[in-house]
């Protein structure tokens, strides 16, 4: 079918603190425990008309009809996974962004400035917040703007104006409490995220000043591997709002191990890279391959 414009309301909801719950817990507990966080999600996602769009390792991509079923579905989101339980008792914590506006709907996917920018306020959000934009606010009916608040007006880079962000305020916070924390919210830490992709004698750096790598058998190729099972242009690599993504184009699928030796195999999908691990392109690592790329995260905080 050709792609539509649409009006609707586009929703991120991403875990907090995914890493640190694979580093203590290990990756197959932890791999569930957000599996069942998702799967909560999703089906608040069903219960207020929405449409589950994607999942992309921790992080949902919804839409909904209106802004007003967006808003409530994102309460009903926080508040089904402040109920899920990690081992040691404490809360799963999640931060929600969400827009409202015209979209590109293709192919079960959607696009366009509507989408980007929801995408840019769900990576300014903290955790156990809700955020959302002005156009948000405007569709509202009167009963449900009371519930929101003004906290920052934002500057995105690649967009030429500031945007206002507003917060949800729950159930249990007090509404007379504006603007306390704005000066702390945005002088917080900013978490600095680089990879190194390593073949053979070579290595490349994707991080905020290279945001992106592709890798395949063509010469144009950031790392350019000798295997003829790669498609010439087979994955490409970049940083996109904190995550390092692993998005295979190829013929034969790219193979991911991590560093606990799980393998994840994807075909024209999307993945998370986290840690440290190798990727083969087109070959199994069953089949024993020998042309390996090694990644490897590095998160410091920049207090700057």
């Known amino acids: 079918m050709p792609p539509t414009i649409e009006k609707l309301a586009v929703l991120f909801a991403d875990i907090c603190g995914s890493t640190a719950l694979y580093e203590t817990l290990g990756d197959d507990l932890a791999r569930r425990l957000i599996l069942r966080c998702i799967n909560t ?3 608040k996602i069903a219960a207020y008309q929405g449409k589950l769009i994607k999942t992309i390792g921790d992080e949902i991509m919804c839409t909904f009809p209106s802004a007003e079923a967006a808003f409530h579905a994102a309460s009903a989101i926080q508040a089904a996974v402040e109920n899920e339980r990690l081992p040691d008792g404490g809360a799963m914590h999640i931060r929600i962004g969400f827009n ?22 769900v990576a300014i959000t903290r955790a156990d917040q809700i ?12 009963n449900l703007r009371g519930k929101m608040r003004q906290i920052l007006r934002a500057e995105f880079k690649g967009l030429q104006d500031r945007l206002d962000i507003y917060q949800v305020i729950s159930e ?25 992709l390593r073949y053979r004698h070579h ?5 905020k000043q290279q945001r992106s790598a592709v890798l395949g058998r063509d010469e144009s190729c950031s790392l350019a591997v000798q295997n003829d099972l790669a498609s010439r242009l087979h994955c490409r690599i970049e ?5 390092f993504i ?59």
Do not use: C, W
């Not at 249990?172 to 190194?196: D, F, Q, W």
């Not at 940083?239 to 995550?243: E, I, Q, T, V, Y």
């Open 131 to 142: 955020m959302a934009t002005r156009a948000v606010l405007d569709a509202l009916p009167d």
């Open 239 to 243: 940083l996109r709002f904190g995550k």
């Open 172 to 196: 249990r916070e007090n509404p007379l409490s504006t603007r306390i924390g704005i000066p702390a919210y945005r002088k917080s830490a900013e978490t600095v995220h680089e990879m190194i």
């Open 203 to 207: 290595t490349v750096t994707v991080n």
């Open 41 to 43: 999600m999703s089906g």
């Open 100 to 121: 409202y506006g015209e979209v590109i709907n293709e192919s079960n996917d959607v696009y366009g400035n509507t989408v980007n920018v929801a995408a840019r306020v």
């Open 246 to 304: 692993i998005t295979d184009q190829s013929t034969n699928g790219t193979y991911i191990r991590s560093s606990d030796g799980s393998v994840v195999h994807i075909t024209r999908e999307e993945a998370v890279l986290r840690g440290h691990g190798s990727v083969s392109l087109g070959v199994a690592f069953s089949d024993h391959p020998t042309d390996l790329v090694e990644y490897s995260v590095i998160s410091t905080e920049d207090q700057s």
